[in-house]
């Protein structure tokens, strides 16, 4: 089974004066290939039409190797640029963090990043930390005062006093 994804980008750029400089028109095409289920390489190809050439092309190859990883090997070349990539990939991930490390070979250099994401927070009521692979994941609340609106403004004006006595239940999480 192949799979096939376009996007189209135009572009128009403006000098200072609002009077138009370029008009650019560019294409990508990114797909896959299912031969197995274990087995499926994706390539890449970028085309700018104003300029009739790729500007950009790739294949890579990602593999699961237990439950909570993946590896991945890919190879791209920028033509315009006179230059290609090699790079290699880890993935861990985990309910409670996210870990990459990626190794990449780019005109002779060497470079290799590594990343960790994740959210740790404490639940004061529960006196416990809590951990999410998410980034930025924590606790929010809001204020609600109920009021009597005599004059239907929806605002609560000096004169209007709030409603005593109202209970509010906790639903859970959303979204």
Do not use: C
Not at 46 to 63: F, N, V
Not at 118 to 128: E, L, Y
């Amino acid at each position: 089974m192949v799979h096939l994804n376009y996007v189209g980008q135009w572009q128009q750029k403006k000098g200072a004066a609002g009077d138009l400089l370029t008009n650019t028109l560019s294409s990508k095409i990114m797909g896959s290939v299912e031969f197995h289920r274990f087995f499926r390489p994706q390539f890449r190809l970028d085309y700018d039409h104003s300029e009739g050439e790729i500007t950009r092309y790739g294949i890579s190859l990602a593999k699961r190797l237990w439950r909570s990883s993946q590896m991945s090997i890919s190879y791209e070349n920028n033509p315009a640029a006179r230059n290609s990539s090699f790079l290699v990939t880890l993935h861990f991930f985990t309910n409670f963090l996210d870990f990459s490390s990626r190794t990449q070979v780019s005109e002779g250099r060497v470079a290799m990043s590594q990343l960790q994401q994740g959210s740790i927070r404490f639940d004061q009521h529960k006196t416990r930390f809590l951990f999410d692979r998410r980034r930025a994941v924590g606790y929010g609340s809001a204020v609600v005062r109920p009021f009597l609106d005599e004059n239907f403004n929806g605002q609560r004006d000096k004169n209007e006093e709030t409603i005593p006595g109202l209970k509010s239940q906790d639903i859970g999480r959303v979204g």
